[in-house]
């Protein structure tokens, strides 16, 4: 039987409306407007892409937004300096460095200048060890849409055997950490994994986070598993598409994301959830 299709889009959809109606609130109580900066070193395409697509959510959920492009031979001071300019700004509640930088730029070093309170990608040092210890101010986006995405599909983690492929700081170690915060039992895969099919076959949730398109192939999942597809790659015709094997897998599989449209989706919507509760916690530090 043909797996249920986990439509990111339409989730995402109810999810968004409920921020927009809470950032209107805001608004309206205290004249705050969630803000949010995004910073774009050079010209990477897909980059030009998802900061594009992360305007447009922002503007249709009433936020402020700015788009800071800089070009590809930007000094990592030059980079810094801006960082340090929006962390002043009180328009601006969320700072988001989209991510890969180029090589002369130390990428941790520009994460750990970002403050942890508009951290909204949850990549600071100071808010990874606040997830690890389970009492975050903010969620990574793309895991914490997987979690919303479950949890709006109603697919219980507790108890179950969850498998994720890919240990990476953005995506792999977060996803186990959440996954095993809602008691699921958690391995972490990754490329010196041996006998991969055999772990992966034991998963009842199994989510891919590799960056290979045709990674998953069927006989790496078991009949009626949950199957996360986090990849975004490109496939011969120059197609985006998962890691997953789509119409193989979701043959076996109970349920099933479709590239695009989405863990993706699910991942803008997480950063409009985050940029909207840097703005709340701003509210509540003006009284304190
Ligand atoms: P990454 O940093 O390149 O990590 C890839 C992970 O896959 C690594 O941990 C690597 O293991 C593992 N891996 C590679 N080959 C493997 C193999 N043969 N067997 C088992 N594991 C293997 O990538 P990332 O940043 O986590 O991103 C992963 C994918 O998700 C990419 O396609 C990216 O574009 C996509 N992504 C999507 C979203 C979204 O919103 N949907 C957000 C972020 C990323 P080692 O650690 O051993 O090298």
Redesign the pocket.
């Known amino acids: 039987m043909a797996a249920r299709i986990l439509d990111g889009k339409k989730i995402s959809a109810a999810v968004r409306e409920d921020i927009k109606a809470r950032a209107a609130a805001l608004t309206e109580r205290t004249g705050i407007v969630p803000g949010l900066a995004v910073i774009l070193v050079g010209e990477n395409p897909?980059s030009q892409v998802y900061v594009r697509n992360k305007k447009k959510a922002c503007e249709e959920a009433g936020f402020y937004s700015v788009v800071i492009t800089m070009p590809a031979d930007t000094e990592q001071e030059t980079l810094l300096e801006k960082i340090e300019e929006l962390k002043a700004d009180r328009q601006i509640h969320g700072i988001l460095v989209q991510l890969p930088l180029p090589p002369q730029i130390d990428e941790q070093a520009v994460i750990a200048a970002i403050p942890p309170e508009k951290d909204v990608d949850a990549f600071h040092p100071e808010n990874v060890g606040h997830i690890m210890i389970g009492d975050h101010r903010f969620l990574p986006?793309?895991p914490a849409?997987v979690m919303k995405m479950l949890e709006i599909e109603d697919i219980p983690v507790a108890g179950r055997e969850c498998v994720v492929?890919?240990?990476?700081?953005?995506?792999?170690k977060p996803m186990a950490m959440l996954l095993l915060q809602a008691n699921g039992t958690v391995t972490i895969?990754?490329?010196?994994?041996k006998n991969?099919a055999e772990v992966t076959r034991r998963a009842d949730i199994l989510v891919s986070?590799?960056?290979?398109a045709g990674?998953v192939t069927a006989d790496m999942v078991k009949p009626g598993a949950v199957v996360i597809d986090?990849?975004?790659?490109r496939n011969a015709e120059g197609k985006l598409c998962?890691?997953v094997d789509f119409p193989a897998v979701s043959e076996i599989a109970s349920a099933i994301t479709p590239?695009p449209g989405?863990?993706?989706v699910?991942?803008?919507t997480m950063l409009l959830e985050n940029t909207l509760r840097a703005a709340l916690n701003a509210e509540i530090s003006a009284y304190r």
């Open positions: 897909a986006c793309t849409g492929i890919g240990r990476s700081n953005i995506v792999g895969c990754h490329s010196k994994t991969l986070a590799v960056g290979k990674f986090v990849g975004m790659n998962g890691d590239v989405g863990v993706g699910m991942t803008i």
